[in-house]
């Protein structure tokens, strides 16, 4: 696995319409456009994705911290190697066919007998995370050793911090956590959080002709502002020109004074609607203040090529 060190904000584009990029935690792999996250589970720490097309599941990422050993990192890879596909199977991983790069030790097990399961596991120099890809392989195909691990990478450098799934990408400020995901067809958000005076949500709506055929984008707006008002006042819809979208409008919401007992709360929060005409998707997102969601509006869409005829 190698380590890449991602701190740029630029609205960049994956150059293969064929695959997609899955960034979550940290980790980074390229897949199949037709593989989709069916199930994500965990943390930073410990967590898994479960990647399935229309027919099956496909593909499993795994991730967990090592606990603190006296064991040697092959020592460690290769006790997790047996645990996941028994003993004689793990004595004919093969180290050296593994292509990632960046860990202290790897294994790799390809089953000699299709349909059956091709398990990689290696230990990050970067984060101390076993990480696992289970293949689900229908044929002797390869993919998982020269389509999958070579792509398998780990953000480093202490900067901000790329999320990828599905149809929604960004890019977050360094220190921030993911507190919360919601992954539905139409409507996706990810909210992250370092403290409760730093919250940070992006929520993408599409297709946009149908979104706006609805309502107006300031509705939209003001429907993301509602879940406020209780503790904040709302002031005016003013327009916002950012590059690389049709048009957009934000607001900027006051802590009430009656909210005296909610003082951890952010003082104001950004609130921005965006319509992404390129890749035909709403965008509504929140921040600490202005600077942080234009900078956040920048990298919506990075992984996501624009669709033709959509």
């Known amino acids: 696995m190698k380590t890449i060190d991602r701190q740029s904000s630029v609205r960049h584009r994956s ?49 967990a911290t090592a606990p603190k050993s006296k064991r040697s990192g092959t020592e460690i ?89 599905l149809d929604l990408s960004c890019e977050v400020p360094a220190g921030l956590m993911l507190h919360s ?20 949500s992006v929520r993408q709506i599409g297709p946009a002709t149908l979104a706006l055929a609805r309502q107006p984008l300031e509705k939209w707006l003001a429907a993301e502002v509602a879940g406020h008002s209780r503790l904040y006042r709302s002031g005016a819809v003013t327009r916002l020109r950012l590059e690389g979208f049709e048009h957009g409008c934000r607001q900027t919401l006051a802590r009430r004074r009656r909210a005296f007992l909610h003082r951890a709360l952010p003082v104001q929060i950004a609130v921005c609607g965006l319509h992404d005409a390129a890749r035909n998707r709403i965008i509504l997102l929140q921040a600490e203040n202005d600077d942080v969601l234009q900078q956040l509006a920048r990298s919506v869409g990075w992984a996501t090529p624009p669709r033709v005829g959509e």
Do not use: C
């Not at 996941?84 to 294994?107: C, D, I, K, Y």
């Open 15 to 63: 150059p293969d319409s064929g695959r997609q990029v899955l960034a979550w935690q940290g980790l980074e792999l390229s897949v199949p456009r037709l593989w989709n996250a069916v199930k994500i589970e965990g943390d930073f720490r410990a967590g898994m994705i479960l990647l399935a097309d229309l027919e099956s599941a496909r593909l499993g990422l795994r991730w």
């Open 77 to 165: 890879v290769n006790a997790a190697m047996r645990e996941e596909v028994g003993e004689l199977a793990a004595r004919a991983a093969n180290p050296a066919t593994a292509a990632a790069g960046g860990f202290t030790s790897q294994s790799l097990f390809v089953d000699p007998e299709p349909p059956a399961r091709d398990v990689w596991i290696g230990l990050s120099d970067v984060s101390r995370r076993l990480v696992q890809l289970s293949y689900q392989a229908k044929t002797r195909d390869g993919v998982l050793a020269h389509d999958l691990l070579p792509t398998l990478a780990e953000q480093t450098g202490g900067g901000s911090q790329r999320w990828a799934v």
């Open 181 to 200: 995901h919601h992954l539905s067809a139409g409507d996706l958000r990810l909210s992250f959080t370092e403290s409760r005076r730093r919250r940070i």
